[in-house]
Protein backbone atom coordinates (compact mmCIF):
# COMPACT_ATOMS: atom_id res chain seq x y z
CA UNK A 1 0.00 0.00 0.00
CA UNK A 2 2.96 2.38 -0.72
CA UNK A 3 1.12 4.58 -3.45
CA UNK A 4 -1.67 5.75 -0.87
CA UNK A 5 0.78 9.12 -0.57
CA UNK A 6 -0.51 9.78 -4.19
CA UNK A 7 -3.96 10.07 -3.59
CA UNK A 8 -5.02 13.46 -5.20
CA UNK A 9 -5.88 16.88 -2.50
CA UNK A 10 -9.27 16.95 -0.97
CA UNK A 11 -10.44 19.67 -3.58
CA UNK A 12 -10.09 17.03 -6.39
CA UNK A 13 -12.88 16.02 -7.61
CA UNK A 14 -15.00 13.10 -6.09
CA UNK A 15 -17.30 10.57 -8.19
CA UNK A 16 -20.25 8.57 -6.82
CA UNK A 17 -21.13 5.29 -8.28
CA UNK A 18 -23.78 3.38 -7.78
CA UNK A 19 -25.02 -0.30 -9.26
CA UNK A 20 -27.56 1.95 -11.68
CA UNK A 21 -25.34 5.03 -12.86
CA UNK A 22 -22.51 7.07 -12.23
CA UNK A 23 -22.91 10.67 -10.61
CA UNK A 24 -20.20 13.00 -11.68
CA UNK A 25 -20.67 16.85 -10.33
CA UNK A 26 -17.91 19.40 -11.60
CA UNK A 27 -17.60 23.45 -10.64
CA UNK A 28 -16.04 25.02 -13.79
CA UNK A 29 -13.48 27.80 -12.75
CA UNK A 30 -15.12 31.48 -12.67
CA UNK A 31 -11.67 32.86 -13.61
CA UNK A 32 -11.49 31.55 -17.49
CA UNK A 33 -11.06 34.39 -19.58
CA UNK A 34 -12.28 32.04 -22.33
CA UNK A 35 -14.82 29.72 -23.00
CA UNK A 36 -14.82 26.48 -21.26
CA UNK A 37 -17.10 23.14 -21.74
CA UNK A 38 -18.98 22.56 -18.81
CA UNK A 39 -18.01 19.09 -17.23
CA UNK A 40 -21.57 18.22 -15.19
CA UNK A 41 -22.21 15.29 -15.85
CA UNK A 42 -26.01 13.43 -14.42
CA UNK A 43 -27.98 11.01 -14.44
CA UNK A 44 -30.00 10.43 -17.51
CA UNK A 45 -27.99 13.63 -19.60
CA UNK A 46 -28.60 15.81 -17.10
CA UNK A 47 -26.65 18.52 -15.59
CA UNK A 48 -26.59 20.34 -12.29
CA UNK A 49 -24.56 23.80 -12.89
CA UNK A 50 -24.19 26.18 -10.55
CA UNK A 51 -25.63 29.13 -11.35
CA UNK A 52 -22.99 31.54 -10.91
CA UNK A 53 -23.59 35.25 -12.75
CA UNK A 54 -22.62 35.49 -16.18
CA UNK A 55 -18.71 35.75 -16.25
CA UNK A 56 -17.05 38.57 -17.63
CA UNK A 57 -13.06 38.96 -18.64
CA UNK A 58 -11.31 42.15 -19.06
CA UNK A 59 -7.12 42.60 -19.79
CA UNK A 60 -6.32 45.24 -17.64
CA UNK A 61 -4.86 47.84 -19.56
CA UNK A 62 -6.28 46.69 -23.12
CA UNK A 63 -9.78 47.42 -22.44
CA UNK A 64 -10.77 44.08 -23.22
CA UNK A 65 -14.04 42.66 -22.35
CA UNK A 66 -15.42 39.55 -23.14
CA UNK A 67 -18.98 38.27 -21.98
CA UNK A 68 -18.48 34.07 -20.81
CA UNK A 69 -21.70 31.72 -20.83
CA UNK A 70 -19.50 28.42 -19.90
CA UNK A 71 -21.46 27.81 -16.39
CA UNK A 72 -24.92 28.02 -17.48
CA UNK A 73 -25.09 26.08 -21.13
CA UNK A 74 -27.04 28.16 -23.89
CA UNK A 75 -30.59 28.18 -21.76
CA UNK A 76 -31.19 31.80 -21.49
CA UNK A 77 -35.08 31.81 -21.79
CA UNK A 78 -35.98 34.11 -18.45
CA UNK A 79 -39.26 34.45 -18.47
CA UNK A 80 -39.55 37.38 -16.38
CA UNK A 81 -43.05 37.01 -14.47
CA UNK A 82 -46.50 39.16 -15.75
CA UNK A 83 -48.44 39.12 -11.95
CA UNK A 84 -51.48 40.00 -13.52
CA UNK A 85 -54.67 38.50 -12.11
CA UNK A 86 -52.32 36.07 -11.07
CA UNK A 87 -54.33 35.69 -6.81
CA UNK A 88 -53.74 32.75 -4.51
CA UNK A 89 -56.66 31.99 -2.67
CA UNK A 90 -57.05 29.95 0.59
CA UNK A 91 -60.24 29.77 2.84
CA UNK A 92 -58.15 32.15 5.26
CA UNK A 93 -57.20 34.57 3.03
CA UNK A 94 -54.06 34.69 4.33
CA UNK A 95 -52.28 34.03 0.74
CA UNK A 96 -50.48 36.99 -0.71
CA UNK A 97 -50.74 37.37 -4.55
CA UNK A 98 -47.98 37.30 -6.48
CA UNK A 99 -48.02 41.11 -6.74
CA UNK A 100 -47.68 41.40 -3.07
CA UNK A 101 -45.10 38.97 -2.63
CA UNK A 102 -43.16 41.04 -4.99
CA UNK A 103 -43.45 44.22 -3.51
CA UNK A 104 -43.13 42.56 0.27
CA UNK A 105 -39.35 41.22 -0.78
CA UNK A 106 -38.47 43.69 -3.76
CA UNK A 107 -36.42 45.79 -1.04
CA UNK A 108 -34.82 42.34 0.70
CA UNK A 109 -33.24 40.77 -2.44
CA UNK A 110 -30.32 42.43 -3.41
CA UNK A 111 -27.62 42.25 -6.52
CA UNK A 112 -24.40 41.15 -6.19
CA UNK A 113 -21.02 41.67 -8.35
CA UNK A 114 -17.89 40.15 -7.41
CA UNK A 115 -13.73 41.29 -9.25
CA UNK A 116 -11.15 39.03 -9.15
CA UNK A 117 -7.38 39.51 -10.67
CA UNK A 118 -5.57 36.56 -12.26
CA UNK A 119 -2.45 36.35 -14.46
CA UNK A 120 -1.94 34.57 -17.67
CA UNK A 121 1.24 32.09 -18.47
CA UNK A 122 2.24 34.96 -19.83
CA UNK A 123 2.19 37.19 -16.57
CA UNK A 124 -0.59 39.19 -17.80
CA UNK A 125 -3.14 40.36 -15.28
CA UNK A 126 -6.92 40.13 -15.55
CA UNK A 127 -9.66 41.22 -14.39
CA UNK A 128 -13.05 38.95 -14.16
CA UNK A 129 -16.27 40.35 -13.02
CA UNK A 130 -19.18 38.14 -11.40
CA UNK A 131 -22.43 38.92 -10.88
CA UNK A 132 -25.28 37.20 -8.50
CA UNK A 133 -28.04 37.77 -6.37
CA UNK A 134 -28.49 38.02 -2.45
CA UNK A 135 -30.88 38.22 0.37
CA UNK A 136 -31.09 41.02 3.36
CA UNK A 137 -30.69 38.88 7.04
CA UNK A 138 -30.91 41.51 9.14
CA UNK A 139 -31.68 45.38 9.42
CA UNK A 140 -27.75 45.74 10.18
CA UNK A 141 -26.28 45.07 6.97
CA UNK A 142 -25.62 41.11 7.02
CA UNK A 143 -26.18 39.54 3.78
CA UNK A 144 -26.61 36.12 2.34
CA UNK A 145 -25.80 34.99 -0.62
CA UNK A 146 -23.94 31.26 -2.14
CA UNK A 147 -20.41 30.81 -1.53
CA UNK A 148 -19.86 29.72 -4.72
CA UNK A 149 -21.14 33.22 -6.30
CA UNK A 150 -18.08 35.61 -3.80
CA UNK A 151 -15.17 32.80 -3.72
CA UNK A 152 -12.32 34.19 -4.94
CA UNK A 153 -13.22 37.20 -5.07
CA UNK A 154 -11.26 40.22 -4.51
CA UNK A 155 -13.45 42.87 -3.96
CA UNK A 156 -17.29 42.82 -3.67
CA UNK A 157 -20.29 45.06 -4.19
CA UNK A 158 -23.59 45.12 -3.07
CA UNK A 159 -26.48 47.01 -4.60
CA UNK A 160 -29.91 47.85 -2.93
CA UNK A 161 -33.48 47.65 -5.02
CA UNK A 162 -32.89 51.51 -5.22
CA UNK A 163 -30.09 51.41 -6.56
CA UNK A 164 -27.21 52.49 -2.95
CA UNK A 165 -24.37 50.36 -3.73
CA UNK A 166 -22.31 49.29 -0.86
CA UNK A 167 -18.73 47.55 -0.73
CA UNK A 168 -19.03 44.14 1.16
CA UNK A 169 -16.68 42.29 3.40
CA UNK A 170 -16.96 38.41 3.71
CA UNK A 171 -17.92 37.37 7.44
CA UNK A 172 -17.90 33.75 6.86
CA UNK A 173 -18.90 31.14 3.92
CA UNK A 174 -18.94 27.43 3.97
CA UNK A 175 -18.46 25.09 1.06
CA UNK A 176 -20.12 22.47 2.00
CA UNK A 177 -23.54 24.11 2.19
CA UNK A 178 -22.75 26.67 -0.14
CA UNK A 179 -23.66 29.74 2.29
CA UNK A 180 -21.97 32.77 2.49
CA UNK A 181 -22.52 35.90 5.29
CA UNK A 182 -21.18 39.19 3.71
CA UNK A 183 -21.59 42.53 5.87
CA UNK A 184 -22.37 45.88 4.48
CA UNK A 185 -22.16 49.22 6.10
CA UNK A 186 -25.88 49.63 6.70
CA UNK A 187 -28.47 49.81 8.85
CA UNK A 188 -32.46 50.27 8.78
CA UNK A 189 -32.51 47.83 5.83
CA UNK A 190 -35.43 45.97 5.26
CA UNK A 191 -34.87 41.88 5.86
CA UNK A 192 -36.45 39.20 4.54
CA UNK A 193 -38.96 37.30 6.44
CA UNK A 194 -37.93 33.96 7.40
CA UNK A 195 -40.83 30.49 6.54
CA UNK A 196 -39.99 27.35 7.70
CA UNK A 197 -39.03 24.48 4.78
CA UNK A 198 -40.19 21.68 6.92
CA UNK A 199 -43.78 22.51 6.32
CA UNK A 200 -43.59 22.59 2.18
CA UNK A 201 -44.78 20.33 0.14
CA UNK A 202 -44.94 19.60 -3.48
CA UNK A 203 -47.52 22.00 -5.81
CA UNK A 204 -46.64 25.40 -2.98
CA UNK A 205 -46.07 28.44 -4.82
CA UNK A 206 -42.01 29.35 -5.48
CA UNK A 207 -41.57 32.47 -6.56
CA UNK A 208 -37.80 33.33 -7.12
CA UNK A 209 -36.72 37.09 -7.15
CA UNK A 210 -32.77 37.39 -8.06
CA UNK A 211 -30.51 39.49 -10.20
CA UNK A 212 -30.45 37.05 -13.64
CA UNK A 213 -27.95 37.84 -16.40
CA UNK A 214 -25.82 39.95 -13.77
CA UNK A 215 -27.85 43.23 -15.43
CA UNK A 216 -31.88 42.62 -15.12
CA UNK A 217 -31.86 43.14 -10.78
CA UNK A 218 -35.55 42.86 -9.18
CA UNK A 219 -36.52 40.15 -12.37
CA UNK A 220 -39.79 37.68 -10.56
CA UNK A 221 -40.20 34.58 -11.97
CA UNK A 222 -42.71 32.05 -10.62
CA UNK A 223 -43.56 27.98 -9.97
CA UNK A 224 -44.23 25.83 -7.55
CA UNK A 225 -42.23 23.27 -5.41
CA UNK A 226 -41.79 20.24 -7.54
CA UNK A 227 -39.50 18.11 -5.28
CA UNK A 228 -38.72 17.96 -1.68
CA UNK A 229 -35.04 16.84 -0.30
CA UNK A 230 -33.44 16.01 -3.45
CA UNK A 231 -29.91 14.40 -3.26
CA UNK A 232 -27.48 16.16 -4.94
CA UNK A 233 -23.94 16.19 -5.42
CA UNK A 234 -22.18 19.49 -6.58
CA UNK A 235 -18.48 19.55 -6.87
CA UNK A 236 -18.18 16.30 -4.66
CA UNK A 237 -20.11 17.68 -1.58
CA UNK A 238 -23.72 16.26 -0.88
CA UNK A 239 -26.17 18.82 -0.97
CA UNK A 240 -29.80 18.13 0.29
CA UNK A 241 -31.98 20.89 -1.91
CA UNK A 242 -35.71 21.67 -2.95
CA UNK A 243 -36.77 21.33 -6.59
CA UNK A 244 -38.54 24.21 -8.21
CA UNK A 245 -39.84 25.09 -11.46
CA UNK A 246 -39.72 28.96 -11.21
CA UNK A 247 -37.19 30.06 -14.15
CA UNK A 248 -33.99 30.22 -13.45
CA UNK A 249 -30.88 31.97 -14.89
CA UNK A 250 -26.97 32.81 -14.88
CA UNK A 251 -27.43 35.28 -11.79
CA UNK A 252 -29.79 34.27 -10.04
CA UNK A 253 -27.39 32.45 -7.49
CA UNK A 254 -27.65 33.13 -3.93
CA UNK A 255 -31.31 35.29 -4.74
CA UNK A 256 -34.56 34.57 -2.53
CA UNK A 257 -37.30 31.85 -3.37
CA UNK A 258 -40.54 32.78 -1.52
CA UNK A 259 -43.48 30.85 -0.76
CA UNK A 260 -47.24 31.74 -1.48
CA UNK A 261 -47.28 34.14 1.93
CA UNK A 262 -44.45 36.28 0.93
CA UNK A 263 -41.59 34.15 3.33
CA UNK A 264 -38.03 33.19 2.55
CA UNK A 265 -37.89 29.24 1.91
CA UNK A 266 -34.97 29.27 -0.19
CA UNK A 267 -32.05 30.01 -1.67
CA UNK A 268 -31.47 29.42 -5.59
CA UNK A 269 -28.30 27.53 -5.78
CA UNK A 270 -28.09 25.33 -8.83
CA UNK A 271 -30.29 24.44 -11.96
CA UNK A 272 -29.84 22.07 -15.04
CA UNK A 273 -28.32 23.05 -18.04
CA UNK A 274 -29.22 20.29 -20.37
CA UNK A 275 -30.33 21.44 -24.08
CA UNK A 276 -33.81 19.68 -23.53
CA UNK A 277 -34.33 20.26 -20.03
CA UNK A 278 -36.48 23.16 -18.32
CA UNK A 279 -37.91 24.15 -14.90
CA UNK A 280 -35.43 22.44 -12.88
CA UNK A 281 -34.17 24.39 -10.48
CA UNK A 282 -32.13 23.91 -7.04
CA UNK A 283 -32.83 25.89 -3.36
CA UNK A 284 -30.79 25.62 -0.80
CA UNK A 285 -33.89 25.55 2.41
CA UNK A 286 -34.36 27.91 4.53
CA UNK A 287 -34.59 26.17 7.60
CA UNK A 288 -30.57 25.16 6.18
CA UNK A 289 -29.79 28.33 5.37
CA UNK A 290 -30.66 29.86 8.93
CA UNK A 291 -28.44 27.45 10.63
CA UNK A 292 -25.30 27.93 8.78
CA UNK A 293 -26.13 31.35 8.71
CA UNK A 294 -26.26 31.93 12.32
CA UNK A 295 -23.02 30.20 13.22
CA UNK A 296 -21.19 31.28 10.51
CA UNK A 297 -21.83 34.73 12.04
CA UNK A 298 -21.85 33.40 15.82
CA UNK A 299 -18.64 31.26 15.45
CA UNK A 300 -17.12 32.02 12.00
CA UNK A 301 -17.64 28.42 10.86
CA UNK A 302 -20.32 25.79 11.01
CA UNK A 303 -20.50 24.59 14.65
CA UNK A 304 -21.29 21.06 15.54
CA UNK A 305 -21.39 19.18 12.61
CA UNK A 306 -20.42 15.22 12.91
CA UNK A 307 -17.32 13.89 11.01
CA UNK A 308 -15.52 10.64 11.13
CA UNK A 309 -12.68 12.23 11.24
CA UNK A 310 -11.21 10.99 7.65
CA UNK A 311 -10.32 11.83 4.51
CA UNK A 312 -12.75 9.67 1.68
CA UNK A 313 -11.88 8.89 -1.80
CA UNK A 314 -14.19 6.90 -4.43
CA UNK A 315 -12.58 4.60 -6.93
CA UNK A 316 -15.09 4.07 -9.28
CA UNK A 317 -13.25 1.81 -12.37
CA UNK A 318 -10.85 -0.80 -12.38
CA UNK A 319 -8.40 1.42 -13.88
CA UNK A 320 -8.03 3.86 -10.93
CA UNK A 321 -8.04 0.88 -8.52
CA UNK A 322 -4.69 -0.44 -10.52
CA UNK A 323 -3.91 3.18 -9.95
CA UNK A 324 -3.48 3.22 -6.39
CA UNK A 325 -2.61 -0.40 -5.61
CA UNK A 326 -5.93 -2.10 -4.68
CA UNK A 327 -8.06 -4.47 -6.50
CA UNK A 328 -11.57 -3.40 -5.69
CA UNK A 329 -13.44 -0.39 -6.34
CA UNK A 330 -14.98 1.59 -3.69
CA UNK A 331 -14.74 4.42 -0.87
CA UNK A 332 -11.08 4.33 0.38
CA UNK A 333 -9.64 6.15 3.45
CA UNK A 334 -7.39 8.35 2.10
CA UNK A 335 -6.02 9.84 5.64
CA UNK A 336 -7.41 9.28 8.92
CA UNK A 337 -7.77 13.06 10.92
CA UNK A 338 -9.63 12.70 13.50
CA UNK A 339 -8.49 11.40 17.24
CA UNK A 340 -10.97 9.20 17.80
CA UNK A 341 -10.83 7.93 14.09
CA UNK A 342 -7.15 7.29 14.87
CA UNK A 343 -7.87 5.71 18.69
CA UNK A 344 -10.89 3.39 16.74
CA UNK A 345 -8.05 1.69 14.61
CA UNK A 346 -8.84 3.33 10.98
CA UNK A 347 -5.97 3.31 8.58
CA UNK A 348 -5.54 4.49 5.47
CA UNK A 349 -6.26 2.09 2.52
CA UNK A 350 -9.13 0.70 4.50
CA UNK A 351 -11.92 -0.10 2.38
CA UNK A 352 -15.29 1.23 3.77
CA UNK A 353 -17.58 -1.20 2.90
CA UNK A 354 -20.92 -0.45 5.39
CA UNK A 355 -21.98 1.94 7.54
CA UNK A 356 -24.40 0.87 10.18
CA UNK A 357 -25.56 -1.68 8.44
CA UNK A 358 -25.59 -0.10 5.19
CA UNK A 359 -23.67 -0.77 1.99
CA UNK A 360 -21.76 2.10 1.15
CA UNK A 361 -22.19 3.14 -2.48
CA UNK A 362 -19.91 6.10 -2.80
CA UNK A 363 -18.76 8.82 -1.02
CA UNK A 364 -21.85 10.78 -1.20
CA UNK A 365 -23.99 8.41 0.81
CA UNK A 366 -21.71 7.91 2.91
CA UNK A 367 -21.20 11.58 4.00
CA UNK A 368 -25.24 11.98 4.15
CA UNK A 369 -25.33 8.95 6.90
CA UNK A 370 -22.77 10.75 8.86
CA UNK A 371 -25.05 14.21 8.48
CA UNK A 372 -27.64 12.19 9.56
CA UNK A 373 -26.11 12.19 13.00
CA UNK A 374 -24.79 14.26 16.41
CA UNK A 375 -21.37 14.75 17.34
CA UNK A 376 -20.97 12.35 20.25
CA UNK A 377 -22.83 9.72 18.46
CA UNK A 378 -21.26 6.29 17.41
CA UNK A 379 -20.92 5.15 13.74
CA UNK A 380 -20.28 1.27 13.16
CA UNK A 381 -18.22 1.50 10.02
CA UNK A 382 -17.46 -2.00 8.43
CA UNK A 383 -13.91 -2.17 6.36
CA UNK A 384 -12.39 -4.24 4.67
CA UNK A 385 -8.39 -4.18 4.98
CA UNK A 386 -6.03 -7.09 3.41
CA UNK A 387 -8.99 -9.02 2.37
CA UNK A 388 -10.47 -9.30 5.91
CA UNK A 389 -13.18 -7.83 6.84
CA UNK A 390 -13.53 -5.25 10.28
CA UNK A 391 -16.30 -3.64 12.37
CA UNK A 392 -14.94 -0.68 13.64
CA UNK A 393 -17.02 1.79 16.20
CA UNK A 394 -15.93 5.38 15.73
CA UNK A 395 -16.87 8.45 17.88
CA UNK A 396 -18.46 11.27 15.63
CA UNK A 397 -16.00 14.93 16.26
CA UNK A 398 -17.13 18.38 15.32
CA UNK A 399 -15.45 18.62 11.48
CA UNK A 400 -14.10 22.06 12.75
CA UNK A 401 -11.81 19.97 15.47
CA UNK A 402 -10.97 17.68 12.49
CA UNK A 403 -9.97 20.05 9.95
CA UNK A 404 -7.55 21.60 12.43
Excluded: C
Amino acid sequence: MDDWNKFPGNNDEVTESTAESTVNFTIPEKKKKTKTKDKYVTKKFFIFTLITAMIFSAAIGAGAFAFSSALFGNDSKSKALNATNYNLTKATGSELSIQEIIAKNENSVVAITTGSVSTDTWARQYVTNGAGSGIIYSKDGYILTNNHVIDGANTIEVTLHDGTTYEATVVSADEQTDVAVLKIDADNLTPVTLGDSSKLNVGDLAVAIGNPLGTLAGTATDGIISGLEREISLEGKSMTLLQISASINPGNSGGGVFDQYGNLIGLVVAKSSGSDVEGLGFAIPVNTVKEVADSLIENGYVKDRPAAGVTIIDLTSASEAMKYGVDVTGVYIKEVTGENAKKAGLQAGDLIYMIDGEKVTGSDMLIRQIQKHKVGDKVKLTIVRNDQMHEIEVTLQDSNEVNK
